[in-house]
């Protein structure tokens, strides 16, 4: 296996320490460590994290192979310092059956970029009717724990209520996409003063809020796990407090995108701004930011989300939803919540690492960059500063709405599992990573 | 000025000019031969993605008065059914050469997204997109206004202290965006009437009064009262319960029309449906600037393709 030595990194706490990983774990950490014969990695002013895990990827495969692959999508996750992706079940075929999760999750362990988690689908076929098989899927080889119909809401109550307590008998949780249908439908933008300005549908934020309402008082009457994804607004914030400080076992996320943007890039009618939840207001941005750095909203998710250049070279409302976020998302995260002063890079860590894998119940990331823990090491030039640029994007698809922004950060390693994916700011090679 | 997509970011020395200019064509149409030479050797492409007869027949007739060759291309039958996208549609009339490109389309934002695109060099003329905005109807609301009111002494004149009230289906409308925004930029005051589901939630931040009342609305004696026409489908998604309980709020009956003051002129942006938004009494009346409306429109239009086409301006708008 492979032996690397980790020189003069800057640890969570501030101190500068060697590290040295053996057979996939960290097993040494001091200062003037003999490199011994192992791969040295000069990290000489480069900010370590542990390897970073993304909650909501969209990968594609099976069926849409035009917008992105478990392999492409794992290349984007290690470009962007990641070294777990939960792959979303809207593939085609559905993530809903134990062979698809199964076969997703050995083409991510196949490529050896990084580990893929499969997200189960809460209803068959994502249709909102009646369960998936979730036992199976937790049971199988690819030990699923999140289990999402991301893309659409879970709105029946009764079905979320049965989803909740069944997912419950296997420790997993539920992440709801948090969108009531009919108040949204057609929706193309949030609703307020742009979108009749610009005539574009509203996706008001009461169809966020309410939905979000809703789903903590269920679970806290049955007594399960909740997740929610994507937070976009000050209101859901609000609601998500309130949750918590009740002690409902309730999780959030916030996605890059929602941390820096705003509505006023839909008036430029790019399709490259149309996601969904969609951009906010200022004030949204301001309080999800706010509710990151004191733990009311857990997580930073990306949503990456490929989607073929045709697919957003039209008019907005013909235009297909989301944005890429993998190889942004650090960068984005240090913009809006570092460079603020919000966060500290422990505090970093614990939002894109330690928190995303307690979540999904991902092991070995409860202690990172601590002796013992599996070598999952992301080292960043946080001094870095730059035009976010098509060279930075590793995956397939290339609707990034960050083109062209001067971004900070810039990750230059990533050790996954005890072996490199990305060394001096470069991804390596396919057949080096492959671990087949 | 390069295009022309949405009255928003037109200033008031502009839409002026606009309006002037739109006079001397009308003065053109006047004559034995109601012809100019102005864009002799240039094209015009009317791109319509959504129906739309009288637009359409407005811009081949204005395109025509200044001698430019029209081709216009209708989705229906056309290789849109077949599932070709705006870019592709665009660049192939594009590569046959045309100088302006005058485009309906369902969906908000499409002449910004083809103006800005890259996908084509030629002039971009919005013929209303989605539920955003139809300037050139606003212009001619604009236009038809300020005649009736100052008649062969409009040159030159903007709205100072008109009163415009528009009634109907605000929040699905782009002639009511279009005029509110040109209207209040021509120094007029703007008030809407409408049921508060067809009003933009955020009514506060247009620079506009809005009520419900359509009665109060005509005892304040505006100077004109612009009727929008209903759209069908906003009846079955529940915006408003049925015909009858709509044309008894919000419609210019007979009855209504009796009561308006002498001078408020009646404008529709047509088609109208008759007995719904507007009683033929106020429609057929002397004070219904309906058919003047589709007559300035010619100018209005004649006007615009002058100026995005004569390259002479240097003014962005």
């Known amino acids: 296996m492979t032996h690397l030595l980790i020189t003069a990194a800057t640890l969570l706490d501030g101190s500068r320490a060697d590290l040295r990983v053996r057979d996939g774990v960290i097993v040494e950490s001091g ?112 030990a699923v724990r999140v289990f999402s119909d991301d893309g659409k809401c879970v709105s029946d109550a009764l079905l979320l209520r049965r989803a909740l307590e069944y997912v419950k008998t296997f420790d997993g949780v539920v992440a709801q996409h948090a969108q009531e249908p009919r108040l949204t439908e057609g929706a193309q933008m949030n609703e307020g003063a742009l979108s009749s300005e610009l005539g574009l549908a509203g996706w008001p934020a009461v169809a966020e809020e309410s939905i979000i309402a809703r789903d903590v008082l269920l679970a806290q009457h049955v007594g399960a796990r909740l997740h929610i994804c994507h937070v976009s607004t000050a209101g859901s914030v609000d609601i998500v407090r309130w949750a918590k400080a009740r002690g409902i076992d309730v999780t959030a996320e916030v996605t890059p995108h929602h941390l820096l943007l705003t509505e006023q890039l839909a008036a430029t009618y790019d399709p490259r701004y149309k996601v969904n939840p969609p951009l906010r207001r200022e004030e949204d941005v301001l ?80 202690a990172p960059l601590a002796v013992g823990s599996p070598a999952n090491i992301t080292l960043v030039d946080a001094a870095a500063r730059g035009d976010f640029d098509l060279a930075r994007l590793h995956g397939k698809s290339v609707n990034s709405p960050f083109l062209g922004r001067s971004l900070p950060g810039r990750v230059m390693a990533v050790v996954h599992d005890g072996r490199p994916t990305v060394l001096e700011g470069a991804l390596l090679p396919t057949e080096e990573v492959a671990t087949a | 000025m390069r295009h022309l997509l949405s009255t928003r970011d037109l200033d008031r020395t502009t839409a002026v000019r606009i309006l002037d200019i739109a006079e001397d064509m009308a003065d053109v149409a006047q004559r034995a031969v109601p012809k100019l030479p ?100 606003g212009l001619l609301d604009a236009y038809s206004i300020r005649k009736r009111l100052h008649g062969a002494a409009s040159r030159g004149r903007d709205l100072d202290g008109v009163r415009v009230t528009i009634v109907g289906d605000i929040v699905h409308s782009r002639v009511a965006r279009s005029n509110v925004w040109l209207l209040t930029t021509l120094g007029a005051e703007v008030s809407l009437v409408a049921p508060a589901t067809l009003l933009p939630g955020a009514i506060d931040s247009w620079p506009v009064t809005a009520s419900h009342d359509l009665d109060a609305a005509i005892a304040a004696k505006p100077d004109a009262l612009m009727m929008l026409r209903v759209q069908a489908e906003r009846m079955t998604s529940g915006f408003f319960p049925n015909e009858r309980e709509y044309a008894r709020e919000w419609g210019l009956s007979a009855e209504r029309f009796a009561r308006l003051d002498a001078d408020t002129m009646v404008l529709h942006p047509g088609p109208m449906n008759r007995g719904l938004e507007i009683s033929s009494a106020a429609a057929d009346s002397a004070r219904s600037v309906v058919l003047d409306q589709v007559t300035n429109g010619v100018s209005i239009r004649m006007a615009v393709l002058y100026l995005v086409l004569s390259g002479n301006d240097g003014t962005d708008a």
């Open chain 1, 31 to 142: 200062s003037g460590l003999a490199a011994d014969g192992a791969r040295v990695i000069d990290s000489d002013g480069l900010q370590a994290l542990p390897g970073l895990v993304d909650l909501h990827t969209h990968l594609r495969e099976p069926g849409s192979e035009q917008s992105e692959t478990v392999l492409t999508g794992t290349r984007a996750a290690a470009a962007g310092g990641f070294t777990v992706v939960h792959a979303m079940a809207n593939t085609q075929p559905v993530q809903d059956t134990a062979g698809v999760v199964e076969q997703v999750a050995s083409l991510g362990a196949q490529h050896g970029y990084a580990t893929v988690r499969p997200v189960g689908a809460v209803t068959v076929g994502l249709a909102g009717e009646r369960l998936s098989e979730i036992g199976a899927m937790a049971g199988s080889r690819a």
């Open chain 1, 287 to 366: 309080a999800l930011r706010a509710a990151l750095a004191d733990g009311t909203i857990d997580v930073v998710a990306t949503d990456h989300a490929p989607h073929p250049v045709e697919a957003k070279e039209c008019a907005w409302p013909e235009a297909a939803v989301g944005m890429v976020g993998l190889e942004s998302a650090l960068a984005v995260v240090q913009e809006s919540m570092v460079e603020t002063g919000l966060l500290d890079w422990a505090g970093v860590a614990r939002v894109l690492s330690t928190t995303p894998a307690r979540i999904g119940r991902v092991a070995g990331y409860d």
């Open chain 2, 38 to 137: 102005t864009l002799r050797g240039k094209t015009v492409a009317n791109l319509f993605f959504e129906d739309s007869t009288r637009t359409r027949l407005s811009f081949e007739a204005a395109a025509k008065r200044l001698s430019a060759e029209v081709i216009t291309f209708s989705a229906k039958g056309s290789s849109v059914s077949k599932g070709e996208s705006l870019k592709d549609t665009a660049q192939t009339i594009a590569a046959m050469g045309m100088d302006a490109v005058v485009l309906r389309h369902s969906a908000s934002g499409a002449a910004a997204t083809l103006a800005g695109s890259g996908w084509i060099d030629a002039a971009v003329v919005n013929a209303g997109d989605g539920t955003h905005e139809h300037p050139t109807q």
